[in-house]
């Protein structure tokens, strides 16, 4: 069994999931998504999603930089970005 797992890692807007798509598309796997930033995910759920995948899957996992954050912790890293890109303007 050949096992191929990838990570894009680029800047937002820069098509990493339309391309994740097409790769499904393509060879005619199905691809489940799930986002980090959504603060009702358990590990328990992440742990059942894991086992419930089938054979040959593309799996996106939107958001894992805020894996692990709060809201608090979102609210404060959005703030800190804004404040960024307002700084370059």
């Keep these: 069994m050949l ?3 990838s990570l894009f890692y680029r800047p937002l807007g820069i098509g990493k999931t339309s391309l994740s798509f097409a790769l499904a598309s393509t060879f005619s796997l ?3 998504i799930i986002s980090l930033s959504d603060l009702t995910l358990t590990d328990e ?3 059942i999603l894991f086992n419930k995948l089938p054979y040959h899957y593309i799996l996106l996992i939107e958001d894992i930089d805020a894996a692990g954050l709060t809201r608090a912790d979102n609210k404060k890293k959005a703030e800190a970005a804004l404040n960024d890109a307002n700084d370059k303007v």
């Design 3 to 5: 096992t191929k797992e």
């Design 30 to 32: 199905s691809i489940y």
């Design 45 to 47: 759920d992440l742990s």
